[in-house]
């Protein structure tokens, strides 16, 4: 397990991005780094080794490249949760807040089954809003939330943690912000 | 390997997605399945063991799957190719015409070291379009393409791979479609 100043070292900030005032957390400079993306995706299914887990679910599309990764360490299937309007087939949807407006993320139906256990991953949890979203979206077609997990957790005075307090959470690494 | 007809049988297709009259070749039933995911990576890694790969490059966002993957398995980093405005560095930016109109994808420019040498993977060969953008991006950031990979290929009348001539593509599985 490496320790989150590993993580921090490997994330680029990008201030001003996308707009003024936002420091942008990029994690393409740790996955571009072949021991960054390894250590990631090791960390991240380590910290679950003891839950059970049928499926990881991945959040676009950041979210997709640790899914992956997370499902083939443990010999499972990855399900998609994406944008409205990019999945092809039936899907069910559950809306999240943003700081102006709503927005909502899909799962195909079929995706999961009844009782099954599902990983969430997702690069950033910031508000925790679309991590709530997807759980949401696990349970209501009869599965169960196996934990969440992210590489990067925004702290300070955006409390995504709070938000998610029925499941458990992991982040790789925590970086505080203020807003 | 596995052969093209068990691809063929775990990716759905869905009628009249996005629009009426296309036949969507769906990846998520292929992805959910464990031993689907593992051997598409694995396949698709297989087919490029003979070329030296420093980097896999992953097209938004299905790509981001894939190329995870095989990264993994061959122990590089994995870059992204994005629609424009989602990465936050300073970004070299190439064309590609669609039906009506054209797009672009993205690359952030310290994604690629001069010589580098960039397997370049998506989910879906149609056109050609994206992939020879994505390519293209490569060269100008002084890469070299290792090679173009995907799952499905569409044969028939879209052509696409007499676009990419210059490289050397790998698919999956051929579909043909009759437009």
């Given at each position: 397990m490496q320790k989150p100043e590993y993580y921090d070292k490997l994330i680029r900030n990008v201030p001003d991005?996308?707009?003024?005032g936002i420091q942008f957390k990029d994690i393409t400079t740790l996955i571009k780094d072949p021991k960054g993306l390894e250590n990631a995706v090791n960390d991240l299914a380590d910290s679950f080794k003891g839950e059970k887990v049928d499926k990881v679910l991945g959040i676009e599309s950041r979210g997709f490249v640790f899914s992956t990764g997370i499902a083939l360490k443990i010999g499972k299937g990855v399900i998609l949760a994406r944008?409205?309007?990019?999945?092809?087939a039936k899907t069910e949807r559950a809306e999240y807040s943003l700081e102006y407006g709503k927005d909502s993320i899909e799962v195909h139906v079929d995706a999961i089954s009844k009782g099954d256990r599902v990983l969430v991953i997702d690069d950033l949890l910031a508000t925790g809003g679309t991590f709530l979203a997807a759980a949401q979206l696990v349970e209501k077609l009869?599965?169960?939330?196996a934990g969440i997990g992210c590489v990067i957790e925004l702290t300070?005075?955006?409390?995504?943690?709070d938000q998610l307090k029925n499941y458990k959470v992991v982040s790789l690494v925590q970086i505080p912000v203020h807003e």
């Open positions: 991005f996308p707009k003024k944008k409205p309007g990019k999945l092809p009869g599965g169960v939330v300070g005075s955006l409390h995504g943690r």
